[in-house]
């Protein structure tokens, strides 16, 4: 059973910077891509990034390129999220997401991800 935490979130200023880590257990964490989603209350959980087993290709929704950066470390079992030029509207809690990498065509939709962390707070003020 793959498990994930996720560390990192906190209240920053708009403009700022955080950096979400997320850390990978239970299965050998190259096998799997690794995804961010995020969600404010009474709203649908939104694709962030993605990224393959190794790293070969990276995704990101419109509203995070060129401000967000996905990666991971295998040698650590840890996916990353860095967050710059942080807005109001990135205010969410952000969740990891990993699925068995199978070269999917649509790693955005929510239903592919079959494994879930808990979640962190990001609150950027304005």
């Known amino acids: 059973q793959v498990q994930l935490v996720e560390s990192g979130g906190g209240l920053v200023q708009a403009g700022g910077s955080l950096k979400l880590s997320c850390a990978f257990s239970?299965?050998?964490?190259?096998?799997?891509?690794m995804a961010w989603f995020r969600q404010v209350p009474g709203k649908e959980r939104d694709f962030v990034a993605a990224?393959?087993?190794?790293?070969?290709?990276?995704y990101y929704s419109d509203s995070v390129q060129g401000r967000f950066a996905i990666s991971r470390d295998n040698a650590k079992n840890t996916v990353y999220l860095q967050m710059n030029s942080l807005k109001p509207e990135d205010t969410a809690v952000y969740y990891c997401?990993?699925?068995?990498?199978?070269?999917?065509?649509?790693?955005?939709?929510?239903?592919?991800?079959?494994?879930w962390g808990q979640g962190t707070q990001v609150t950027v003020s304005s």
């Open positions: 997401a990993s699925v068995y990498e199978g070269y999917y065509s649509d790693y955005t939709k929510l239903s592919l991800w079959d494994y």
């Open positions: 239970g299965r050998t964490f190259s096998d799997y891509a």
């Open positions: 990224i393959t087993r190794t790293s070969g290709y990276t």
